[in-house]
């Protein structure tokens, strides 16, 4: 069992940074990969990033890259979601979640049925 808990959202400018923290409870945290989700609302869980397990290999959507970087801290059972050059169109609840199995392939991350737990979400909102 893992347990997520995120951190860091709030209300930034256009163009502004944020930075999400996720804490992940249990001795396992590197057994997982690690995913970013958001929802806007009356819109799908949209994919924004993923970490593999060891931290050596990430994954971004087109929206984002460039953008955003996700990093993860195994020693600290923790990982980040830095966020630059945010827009409107970024505003969501942010979520992350693991995966006990892990891929190779941006296609395998997106699909959020893939992941096992889930935070409760951070709301980031962009004003314009």
């Known amino acids: 069992q893992v347990q997520l808990v995120e951190s860091g959202g709030g209300l930034v400018q256009a163009g502004g940074s944020l930075r999400l923290s996720c804490a992940a409870s249990g001795r396992t945290f590197s057994s997982y990969a690690m995913g970013w989700f958001r929802q806007a609302p009356g819109k799908e869980r949209e994919f924004v990033a993923a970490v593999s397990k060891s931290g050596s290999d990430t994954y971004y959507p087109d929206s984002v890259k460039g953008r955003f970087t996700i990093s993860r801290d195994n020693a600290k059972n923790r990982v980040y979601l830095q966020m630059n050059s945010l827009k409107p169109e970024d505003t969501a609840v942010y979520y992350c979640?693991?995966?006990?199995?892990?891929?190779?392939?941006?296609?395998?991350?997106?699909?959020?049925?893939?992941?096992?737990?889930w935070g409760q979400g951070t709301q980031v909102t962009v004003s314009s």
């Open positions: 979640a693991a995966d006990g199995r892990g891929g190779i392939t941006r296609a395998y991350y997106s699909n959020y049925g893939r992941y096992d737990y």
